[in-house]
């Protein structure tokens, strides 16, 4: 079977890695988390749900039929929702996140396969979201003026960072694993600056902090 992305020097990376660099970790996001915290499935299935109840008491008012009207809401509700899982799968499928010593490489894209290079010299802090459990997302913040447009990077973006965008390695099953396999390698190649783990950022270079919900 040939290799979906068949100009990749090596799964999830668009060139051959240096000599001296090494994996330390891949993976990927869970689609039924992403269809969840980055889709908002269950939101928009309560949303669907209030607008049937709504417009049930509304026909029932006018003593119209509710059989029909409602089944034909209840479809095109199921089909909405069945959307926003196939594009959460899609992605999840099609997403690739890797992690080296020396940088943090994103590979993502449904139709059109982008590739993201985030090198720790220009990763000026991270954080960990927890989603219960050892799932979460971690969130890079960038150093200087160094940016990525928020519809390039979405849904591997931070939720509401739209001034300077963060791109997130989204719904990790093993996000606590990989945040600690960041902050080391991290701090491998930044030897000289403070690193300091706790529960809100704080005034040094990198900070990996958990913020929960």
Known sequence: MQHEHEFEAAPGLPEPLPAGERILWQGAPDWRLLAVHALHVRKVAVYFAAMMAVQALLLSAEGRPLLAPLALSAVLAVLALGLLALTA???????????????????????????????????????????????????????????????HLW???????LR???????CLPDAEAVGRCIHEAWSAVNPGMAV???PAPQAVPLTLHTAAG
Do not use: C
């Open 89 to 151: 799968w899609l992605s999840a499928r099609t997403t690739l996140y890797t992690v080296t010593t020396r940088r943090v490489v994103m590979r993502i894209g449904i139709v059109l396969t982008l590739s993201f290079n985030l090198p720790y010299k220009q990763i000026a802090g991270a954080s960990l979201k927890s989603l219960g459990g050892q799932q979460g997302d971690i969130a890079l913040a960038l150093r200087g003026a160094n940016r990525i447009a928020w519809l």
């Open 155 to 161: 849904p591997h973006a931070r939720a509401w960072e």
């Open 164 to 170: 300077k965008p963060q791109p997130t390695l989204r």
């Open 196 to 198: 300091q783990v706790g």
